[in-house]
């Protein structure tokens, strides 16, 4: 398994009238979390688009456990549990800095050129940077 954490502090513009956290901003901090992930690996997601590959979201899963709120350093753990083929899944565990869980999900993605929408393999340079990670 393959694990990163990155944190992000929360914006004012990212809360509702509440001052939570608005619950669509979650999708985002995944998405950050995905995207440095793949950075720490020393392949950057621009790579993969620069090769013409793309991935698309195709399931999300969200569990919301207590609101963040403005100002509120988060912690995301980001974990990729299975050695991706053409599919790759993330599971994520966001925590505030008392160490509290805010919200864990999933999101399931797939790799496709995108010239042609078809998937596509995971590209044999980055499987060689994670398959350490996977015994």
Do not use: W
Not at 18 to 23: E, F, K, L, P, S
Not at 28 to 48: D, H, I, N
Not at 69 to 86: F, N
Not at 94 to 121: C, Q, S, Y
């Amino acid at each position: 398994m393959y694990q990163q954490e990155v944190k992000i502090r929360v914006r004012y513009a990212e809360t509702d009238q509440m001052g939570y956290v608005y619950y669509g901003n979650y999708a985002t901090y995944y998405e950050v979390a995905r995207v440095e992930a793949f950075r720490s690996l020393g392949f950057p997601y621009k790579k993969l688009e620069e090769m013409g590959i793309g991935m698309p979201v195709l399931s999300l899963n969200v569990n919301y456990h207590q609101p963040a709120k403005y100002d509120d350093l988060l912690t995301i753990l980001v974990s990729i549990p299975e050695r991706p083929r053409a599919r790759i899944k993330f599971h994520y565990e966001v925590t505030n800095e008392a160490g509290k869980l805010i919200n864990t999900g999933a999101t399931e993605l797939v790799f496709i050129k995108m010239d042609t929408g078809r998937p596509v393999r995971l590209p044999e340079v980055m499987d060689k940077l994670i398959q350490p990670h996977f015994h």
